[in-house]
DNA sequence: CCGGTTGTTCAGCG
DNA sequence: GCGCTGAACAACCG
């Protein structure tokens, strides 16, 4: 569910509720639900992992941490963190962190650093990359502050692409190679995508929780690496180390 | 049945 | 008051 292209995918999901009314807001967490009640959508959003419900004056950030799964005009078997009804069906929230917010999510949040995003800004990725002192290339692509969006599969599958060794340091990496980091972790979130919604995402990932690399069928390496600590998988032959 | 996990936040420490 | 680290959270899948 929660790398960026998932969010995407919800948003599509969700877009027959724009401009409707909420009849009903419920759910099991902290939020003002009452505040909702009989207000119009506006429209939703996406930043990286985060899913906004937009209100006239205010906004709902889901975030869906690494459990979280939503349904649609359907019930799961378990509460719901925030449920919305509406004229023409329901979404629902589940296991996620969901906070209200006043004003608009452009005052909050910098589009210019999805990866997604119209407004997606390369150079200034690249810019905030050779800012930071140490940084190994599996950091440096989750770091949501550089790459909204980015999650642990696009980080490996990313790294196995341009054949670049999850420690390499960054401040290392020939500028080449760094400009097909920061190209890759968008073009690759569009392949993300593009599998997710066709069902096929699975047999799509080269390294990601494979034994072995596809490329020179010697056993892939795994390993939870990096200040993000995180599992990644390599293949020691195929990406060099900077 | 138990271990692993597409993620973030925050308390507690030096 | 910082920056860093590790625990906590949570529920479904294999």
Redesign the pocket.
């Known amino acids: ?6 969010i995407h995918i919800l948003k599509e999901d969700v877009e027959k509720f724009t401009g409707k009314k909420v009849l009903e807001a419920y759910g ?1 967490g902290k939020l003002d639900y009452d505040r909702m009640q009989g207000l119009k959508v506006q429209r939703f959003e996406v930043w ?3 899913f906004f419900i937009c209100f006239p004056k205010f906004y709902i950030r889901v ?7 939503y349904s649609i005009d359907e019930k ?4 719901a ?1 925030l449920s919305l009804r509406f004229s023409n069906g329901e979404v629902n929230f ?2 996620s ?1 969901i906070k209200l917010a006043e004003g608009k999510p452009e005052d909050d949040y910098n589009f210019s650093s999805d990866v997604m995003s119209d407004q997606w800004d390369p150079k200034q990725a690249k810019a905030k990359l050779t800012a930071i ?1 140490k940084l190994y290339a599996c950091d440096a692509l ?1 770091n ?1 502050n550089v790459f ?9 599958e990313v790294l196995f692409r341009i054949k670049v060794h999850p420690v390499s340091e960054i401040k290392s990496l020939p500028l080449k190679k760094l400009n097909e980091l920061v190209k890759e972790a968008r073009n690759y979130s569009f392949d ?1 995508y593009k599998w ?1 919604k066709k069902n096929v ?2 047999k799509n990932l080269l390294i ?2 494979k034994k072995e690399c596809p490329r020179c069928k010697i056993p892939a390496k ?1 390993r ?1 690496l990096g ?5 990644t998988f390599w293949c020691d032959n195929c990406q060099v180390k900077y």
């Open positions: 569910m929660p790398e960026g292209p998932s099991n990286g992992k985060q975030h869906f941490l690494l459990f979280g799964k799961r078997g378990v509460p963190r589940y296991t962190g002192k989750m949501q909204s969006g980015v999650g642990n599969i696009i980080k490996n993300f997710k995402l699975k990601y929780k795994f939870i200040s993000s600590k995180r599992n």
